[in-house]
Each structure stands twice: as structure tokens, then as C-alpha cells.
């Protein structure tokens, strides 16, 4: 290997790395990476809604859960990243050179998705990719290198796309685009045995996610075939999903991929094999167009589409690698200028803003805000932890009054940062399509007892009905107390804690 590219590669993700790393210290976890959180908290073979993958990179992280922080968490999400940025380029190096493999990992730490949403924030994404490109690259040793008469590249293939399912389930689809580039253009392989073998690998890892299914009614699939499978067109769905997929991806790089792709069309990029362009292709736009269908009929996430971009990554660097003898070209340049000013107003905007940017309708700060999602929890936790104390040295509430809550959000945030500053239990009381995760959670906490008071803790932005949700189950509910979110010395969310006393309906068991 040219030692030049290799040190830049290294250099580049030890830059991306630590400016992470210090993103990290300074934002407190979002709703989703508070909820995985849970997942590490009682580990499994499968979850409500996803494999379990995530849950053991954050046991890892935080070495079985004895260093527990914002950085630790995230820190799984941050190695994943550099190793899917190894991958990446090495895979570039084989489909073309290392100036290509080189512009690729640029293209792959400036896309916000792969760069920031997978790679800073601990989701079920983050520890699937580095099995994602993995698989990727091990693909091109199949057929570039002729590597296919070797059992261990076959098996390896399967491991790696068995992890990157245990992650999330449609890591699936990197034996479906596999399979229909072997179609088109390697038929002949679909002969070889030791194709099966490294498939069965695959269905090896995923027995135990099946087999969690088959001992909760396939709960995970019934969930996730609910938000997919709506009849009726919605095509501004669509629009959704296509603005969601331009932002996600950084719109400098999400245009480059479309010139580059209209030059692929133009027979203005070559590689050898022409068949490799045959593969990028089946590994991306197949996966890419499935979720435009699915949004035509329901609302989702341009999340789900992300790792189908990611060959076409390689698409866009080959583009450059043609067009470009600078070192970092200005496509490149300018798509990393988008990401840091992103970075840095982001957050600037959750540590200093003074204003709640949801809220219309001051100073009920009823609407949502995203930039509360990672602020405000620490503070919050441990001015209720006082008052937690005050309440039982006045008698108010009986020791160890659990919170309870309705919904997985904000019940995360709850759970990661007042629960552990409180010592308090978390208890779901509601549809366990609601409240996700923490019905398992319920069954290893004490239950509610004739008699118990417990705390009800609603954020402004987050409003609910305590009486109505809450009324039957208790004698009282007293008017709330109120504690401020302040940033920068303006009042930016409330949290109203309620007191609920003496349980005399106890909610039913949401699992057997």
C-alpha cells in the first residue's frame, strides 16, 4: 500500500474521531440513544424493536456498564465509524485505486448519516455498519480478487452480514443485492455450495432472534409490518422521504452521487470489471427505490434507506477520482464545511440557545423542540432528586416511589438520567406498543402495590393528561410541582412533577 494514503486514512480518523469525542462530552443523549440504553440494561437475545447488536456494543463501551456516561455510550458509535472508514477504503482500493478509496472514506465521514447520525449517535446503525462495509468489501474479493472457490471468504461473508442483521434485520439485504448482481452476472456461482454455506452462517446468527420471536407472538415483526403497511398513496410521504434522505446524506454529497450517477449513465466512468458498476448499483438502488415505495403508502424514516447509499459512495468517488487531482476536492471540501458549521450551531443551539424554537404559544412550551431532546435531563434529575428527599423527610411520599410512565419517550431520558440520580424504578403502566422496551424492564422491577404513591413526570413539550392517564390507578394526584429548564438564563421547558398517592387499581401485567 502507498504508506501516504495509509497515514492519511489514519489521520483522517483519528481528526473525525476526536472531534467526536468531544461532541460527545458535550451533548447529553437524545431520545433514541437513552431508550438503547435500556437495551444494555436487561440484554437479550431480540427487543421489542430491534436485534440486540446495539445493546452489546454499549456493554462493551462501557466495560459491562462500570463507566456510564454520554461518552462511553457513544464511544461504540465513534469506533464503529473508523472501522467502517478502513473498510470503505479498502474496498475503493480494490474496485479502482487507492485515490478512490481515498475520496470514498472523505465522502463516508462527511455524509451526515454514516458520519454523525450513525457515527456520533448510539443507534442500532452505528455497530451494523462496520458489518456493512465489511460485507462489502468481502464481496469484492469474491469477484474481483476470484476469491470464490475459498470456503473462508464464504463464510466470512456470512458472518459478517449475520452480525450486521443482529444489528437491524434488513442487513438482509446485502444478501438480496448479492444475489441479484450473481444473477445478472455470475449465474454460474449460484452452483457453488459454498455459497449455501456461508448463507447458513447468516441463518446461524439469527436463530436466537427468531427464536426470542417465536416466544413473544413475533412482537418485533408484527410492530414494524404495522408502520409499512398502509394502503392508501400519501405522495407527500414521498417528498418527505426524498427531503429526508437529502439532508441525511449532506446535500453537497447527495448531488454529487447524482451527477455521478448521471455520468455512470453517460458511459463517463469505467472500471474493470464492468460488471463492479453492475454490483454498486445492485447494492444500492434496489434497497434506495424499496423505501420510496414503501413511503408512497407510509410515513418513515430516511434513516432506513442510509446504508443503500453507501456503494454509491463508491460511485461518487470513482467520479472524482476522474475529475480531481487535488488531495481533497471541493466538492469535498465544501460538504465537510457543511457538516462542521451543522456540528457547531447544533450545538450551540442545544447548550446556549435561550429560546424554546417549538414553543408558539409561551409560557405553555407545549410544542416540540428538538434541540431539548439532549439538554436539560441532568439539571432537571438532580433538583427532583432533592425534592425526592424533602417529600420523604415531610412524609409526603413513601420511600422509593417508582416513576412511572406511558410511553417510551420520554421514559429513556428518565430512565438514563433520573433513575440513576434518584435511585427511583421505572414503571410502564400502558400499551406495550407504547411503552416498547420497559414492559420487559417491568418484569424484573417490584410491581405497584395496593397503597404505593408514585411520581409522574411530564416535560412541557411532551404534554399528557396525568388525570386521565393516571386517575383510575390512584385515590389523589396533587397539583404538580414545577421545575425550570434554563439555558443561557432564559426559561426554555418545564417539567411538571406530579405526586400520585396510594394505588388502589393495580395496572394488569403487559407480558406473561
Request: glycine share 8%; with cysteine.
Amino acid at each position: 500500500m502507498n504508506t501516504s494514503y495509509q497515514k492519511k486514512i489514519y489521520w483522517l480518523i483519528l481528526v473525525f474521531s476526536v472531534v467526536k469525542l468531544i461532541s460527545a462530552s458535550l451533548l447529553e443523549l437524545g431520545n433514541d440513544e437513552v431508550y438503547y440504553w435500556t437495551y444494555a440494561l436487561q440484554p437479550d437475545w431480540n427487543h421489542f424493536d430491534h436485534p440486540p447488536g446495539v445493546g452489546w456494543l454499549i456493554r462493551l463501551t462501557t466495560f459491562n456498564l462500570l463507566w456510564v456516561n454520554e461518552v462511553s455510550l457513544r464511544l461504540g458509535s465513534i469506533l464503529s465509524a473508523a472501522i467502517a472508514t478502513w473498510f470503505i477504503f479498502k474496498t475503493g482500493k480494490i474496485i479502482a485505486n487507492e485515490k478512490t478509496g481515498w475520496y470514498a472514506a472523505l465522502i463516508y465521514n462527511c455524509s451526515v448519516y454514516t458520519g454523525f447520525i450513525a457515527g456520533f449517535f448510539i443507534l442500532p446503525d452505528s455497530p451494523q455498519l462496520p458489518f456493512w462495509t465489511a460485507s462489502l468489501y468481502l464481496m469484492t474479493l469474491l469477484f474481483i480478487k476470484n476469491k470464490e472457490q475459498k470456503l473462508i471468504a464464504w463464510l466470512t461473508l456470512g458472518l459478517m452480514i449475520g452480525l450486521a442483521s443482529l444489528c437491524k434485520i434488513h442487513g438482509l439485504y446485502l444478501w438480496a443485492g448479492f444475489g441479484l448482481f450473481l444473477v445478472l452476472t455470475r449465474i454460474k456461482w449460484l452452483l457453488n455450495w459454498r455459497l449455501y454455506a456461508g448463507l447458513a452462517i447468516t441463518i446461524l446468527c439469527l436463530l436466537p432472534v427468531f427464536y426470542w420471536n417465536l416466544m413473544n407472538d413475533f412482537i418485533t415483526y408484527r410492530f414494524h409490518s404495522d408502520r409499512v403497511t398502509h394502503t392508501s398513496i400519501q405522495p407527500d410521504m414521498l417528498g418527505r422521504e426524498l427531503g429526508g434522505e437529502f439532508a441525511y446524506q449532506n446535500p453537497v454529497i447527495f448531488i454529487l452521487i447524482i451527477i455521478a450517477l448521471i455520468m455512470l449513465l453517460k458511459k463517463q466512468i469505467y472500471l474493470n470489471p464492468g460488471s463492479t458498476l453492475v454490483w454498486l448499483l445492485c447494492m444500492s438502488l434496489p434497497m434506495i427505490f424499496l423505501f420510496w415505495g414503501v413511503s408512497l403508502l407510509n410515513p418513515t424514516l430516511p434513516h432506513w434507506s442510509g446504508p443503500g447509499f453507501i456503494p454509491l459512495y463508491l460511485v461518487a468517488a470513482l467520479y472524482l477520482e476522474k475529475k480531481s487531482l487535488q488531495l481533497i476536492p471541493g466538492w469535498i471540501s465544501i460538504a465537510g464545511t457543511f457538516f462542521i458549521i451543522a456540528l457547531i450551531s447544533g450545538i450551540g443551539l442545544i447548550r446556549l440557545s435561550p429560546v424554546n424554537f417549538g414553543s408558539h404559544a409561551q409560557p405553555n412550551y407545549g410544542e416540540y423542540c428538538p434541540t431539548l431532546d439532549m439538554s436539560g435531563w441532568k439539571d432537571f434529575s438532580k433538583a427532583f432528586a432533592l425534592q425526592v428527599k424533602e417529600d420523604i423527610v415531610k412524609g409526603n411520599m413513601k420511600a422509593n416511589s417508582p416513576i412511572i410512565i406511558n410511553k417510551w419517550f420520554p421514559a429513556g431520558h428518565l430512565e438514563f438520567y433520573t433513575s440513576r440520580e434518584t435511585g427511583l424504578p421505572v414503571i410502564g403502566i400502558g400499551h406495550i406498543e407504547d411503552i416498547h422496551k420497559f414492559a420487559w424492564l417491568n418484569k424484573e422491577r417490584a410491581p405497584l402495590q395496593a397503597g404505593s404513591d408514585a411520581y409522574a413526570i411530564v416535560p412541557s413539550n411532551l404534554p399528557l393528561d396525568v388525570t386521565e392517564t393516571y386517575g383510575s390507578y390512584f385515590t389523589s394526584i396533587e397539583k404538580p410541582q414545577v421545575i425550570n429548564q434554563i439555558r443561557s438564563g432564559g426559561v426554555v421547558r418545564y417539567f411538571y412533577v406530579y405526586r400520585l398517592k396510594n394505588c388502589k387499581l393495580l395496572p394488569k401485567p403487559l407480558l406473561p
